[in-house]
């Protein structure tokens, strides 16, 4: 039962007790069409470096496990958990710098990883921060999806390293052997990369620790470049976010204020995470609230796909979170498993006290599903907190300020940050200026200057509007990016952030997202890419090739029936979906239709597959769908 629907008089819902630190703004006008926010409570002081942190609780809690993974077993499966201590940390940490500062690298000569999320990332990354030399882990995508690693090969041109490390040389040795110039050392794991020398990893760990760690160490601060972390590229190649101490630690304690959940010294934080660290998600919001606060990390080697959904459900029977972060794709699996499955059901809510999602939009559906499997099993429901931020924000920026959260709300801002909020063509942008924003670009002056206005303020590029107008300490809702957004050949806009959010609530869970088409056309129309979800629903066998699922009458008529049902809510051309069609292709990562996290870019899947949109609104499209009586 959603809340819009509860009957009156029926009782609120309880939920499991959580406090949430801001709950209350002030709103300043400023010239015509802006307004400032920010939270009353003001920004605690915090570590000038994550680097204090680590060395804190290595010396306070040495025993304390500070990240685990499965060790990989011969014939591809995990096996049982490897646990590293923050002892065995800050001391491998320092020979790893050590290694590092031996070879003279540096910011214009910096360490690149290409690897997923592992305990050597872990190491080798708290080895840069030791040194003070910058790291960048690179989307694996990069190396293992793309064909041409013409963004392997930007971000490598853009950073200039002097080191790139891989897990594994047989899965990133052809990536390395086409991209990485001959002349940069390349230290692996595991594997080789034929006919390329390498340093094994091995001889990193066996570098003997010297003062020279503590004079490097001592050399940083809180203007000292931590990492680089590249942008989607979702309308140019992606760019080079700069990342320092003082965002970095600034903005960790922006979220013990936001989220007070996360400093309880009685429950520090277990996270059991898939996140990527190449994303701000993963590696900057999770990593540094576990370093921050002495919590423990379990590694997740699954990810929200068919053929690594089930090593997540599998990790999750055995580690129970206190607090447990993921996307929509991967919350609506969850919940779905959670119906048949005790034992995960069991475990997974036994001590959580916040579950928190972004990315995407939430399907109210998955919402609601969560509430009902909590409320039979622990008599309670679980606080599912969302917000708003970005790379160039930390990225924590807007929190919600209670339990009652629905699928849109943001919330708002978290300490120390202003938000500036300016009327842009009937959306309002929010602009974000506080100690958490990035410096620029790395390397790209003139895209530094183009995101940051007159005052300072960095231009997200997001578009909000109040949950209520009459109450702004309620805070701000999602309303799409403004990029995005559109105008019909009648001059009426098309809001597409809504919109899409629509198509995948109607259409749950057989949609994963839609692209809105009909830039200065009579209607607007939807390229839909379906979930494997729609391989049930067709009654086809389960290898049948997935253009033929789509095609299927009880897959189509699925779909018109959600065209039918979107068209009756409708108000207007702006938010009438007149035609629609069913991508088989899925998106490509090297065109930018896509980030490894699943997101999915509108511009660039129009500027890639013009001709489809082109035929779906001249009515060549085979299996169009438009609504029917209506």
């Known amino acids: 039962m959603t809340e819009t629907n509860r009957p009156s008089g029926a009782a609120a819902p309880r939920y499991r007790p959580l406090t949430f630190g801001v709950t ?56 049982d958990w490897r646990h590293v201590s923050y002892a065995e940390a800050l001391s491998t940490a320092r020979r790893i710098a050590q290694a590092l500062l031996n070879r003279g690298l540096s910011t214009e000569r910096p360490v690149v990883i290409l690897s997923e999320n592992s305990l050597e990332h872990a190491l080798l990354a708290l080895g840069c921060l030791l040194a003070g030399i910058p790291h960048c882990p690179a989307s694996p995508a990069y190396s293992t999806v793309s064909q041409d690693y013409d963004k392997l090969r930007h971000v490598l041109n853009t950073l200039t390293p002097g080191l790139v490390f891989a897990t594994d040389g047989s899965r990133y040795g052809r990536a390395i052997a086409a991209a990485v110039a001959p002349e ?21 760990l066996n570098t003997a620790d010297t003062e020279a760690v503590d004079a490097a160490l001592q050399a940083t601060g809180p203007d000292t470049i931590t990492k680089f972390l590249f942008t989607s590229g979702s309308t140019k190649l992606p760019k080079a976010v700069i990342n320092t101490h003082r965002m970095w630690c600034a903005n960790q304690q922006q979220m013990r204020q936001s989220m007070p959940v996360l400093a309880d010294p009685d429950l520090p934080p277990v996270l059991i995470d898939w ?81 928190f999602y972004a990315g995407a939009a939430l399907a109210q559906s998955v919402w609601d599903d969560l509430h009902q499997l909590q409320e039979a099993e622990v008599g309670e429901r679980i606080v599912m907190g969302t917000g708003l931020g970005m790379t160039e924000s930390g990225p924590f920026a807007i929190f919600v300020t209670g339990p009652q959260v629905k699928s849109g709300d943001l919330g708002v801002p978290t300490p120390g940050l202003t938000l500036k909020l300016v009327d842009i063509d009937g959306k309002t942008e929010v602009r974000y200026r506080g100690p958490n924003i990035t410096p620029g670009y790395w390397r790209a002056p003139e895209e530094t200057a183009a995101h940051f206005d007159s005052e300072g303020f960095f231009c997200s590029g997001d578009a909000v509007q109040w949950i209520d107008p009459n109450d702004v300490h309620q805070g701000l809702r999602f309303d799409g990016r403004i990029a995005e957004d559109f105008k019909l050949a009648t001059g009426t806009f098309v809001s597409v952030g809504p919109l899409r959010a629509k198509i995948t609530a ?19 129309g939807a390229l839909i890419f379906p979930t494997q979800a729609c391989r049930a629903l067709s009654g086809l066998p389960a290898d049948a090739p997935w253009a033929e699922v789509l095609q299927s009458a009880p897959v189509l008529a699925k779909f018109q029936q959600v065209v039918n049902e979107l068209a009756s809510h409708a108000t207007g051309s702006a938010n009438r979906i007149a035609r629609a069609a069913l991508l088989a292709e899925p998106p490509s990562i090297d065109k930018g239709e896509v980030t490894d996290k699943g997101s999915i870019n509108q511009r660039a899947v129009l500027k890639h597959r013009d001709a489809l949109v082109q035929a779906l609104h001249q009515g060549t499209l085979p299996n169009t769908l438009q609504p029917q009586g209506n």
């Open 506 to 524: 109607a259409g749950a869970p057989y949609v994963q997202d839609a692209v809105l088409t009909g830039i200065n056309l009579k209607e607007v």
């Open 184 to 204: 940069t050392e390349v230290v692996l794991v595991h594997g080789q990369v034929e006919g390329r020398a390498h340093t094994d990893w091995q001889a990193l």
């Open 24 to 79: 209350r703004v002030t709103l300043q006008d400023g010239e015509a069409g802006t307004r400032y926010l920010q939270a009353e409570q003001a920004l605690d002081s915090h570590a000038e470096r994550m680097t204090d942190r680590l060395l804190h609780w290595a010396r306070t809690e040495p025993s304390r496990t500070f990240m685990a993974q499965r060790e990989r077993l011969a014939d591809g499966r995990t096996g």
């Open 275 to 355: 996140l990527p660290w190449n994303h701000t998600f993963g590696g900057n919001h999770n990593v540094g609230l576990t370093i921050y606060n002495g919590g423990t990390l379990y590694i997740d080697d699954g990810k929200p796909t068919p053929a690594l959904m089930q090593e997540t459900l599998r990790n999750l029977r055995e580690i129970a979170p206190t607090v447990y972060f993921n996307v929509p794709t991967g919350f609506e699996a969850i919940a779905n498993a959670m119906k048949t499955d005790d034992v995960l059901r069991k475990n997974l809510l036994s001590r959580v006290r916040m579950f």
